[in-house]
């Protein structure tokens, strides 16, 4: 039986349950995210940054407009909550929560592959840069959606 769709359970314990698991994914991602955005907001304070050529210069870009993105919609479930509490509106807000964290997980993986591209690009040069995001956009695109597309074809049968 699918552990989020059980019959004998009420439909708020369910929203309640579903809720909670959201939230303690969202913690996860959200501290991830916060940290990579406020350490790509110091690195033009660092005297080499001027130094960044046009590749370097577009992941780094890529990369804070990504992060930002992802923070604004891994946290907006949490803002929805706090705006709607109290109006009888737990349904919505679980269903509209977990698009906004899919999005932003999404978000999320495009902007660790700025990143990555990023990284390489200043230590080793732009077409190390290139191949990391290649490589990068190919993992996340195995851990995160082939694994769980593969699991969840395995476990109907």
Known sequence: MDNYDRDDEPKAVQLDRNWNELLQELRVSQTGVQILTGFLLTMPLQPKFAELQSFTRNAYTAAVVLCLLATVLLIAPVVMHRLLFRHRLKETIVLAGDKLAKAGLAILAMAMTSVAALVFGIVFGDRA????????????????????????????R
């Open 129 to 156: 840069g290139q191949v990391a995001g290649v490589v990068s956009v190919a993992l996340f695109l195995v851990a995160w959606l082939g694994l769980p597309l593969v699991l969840a074809r395995t476990s109907r």
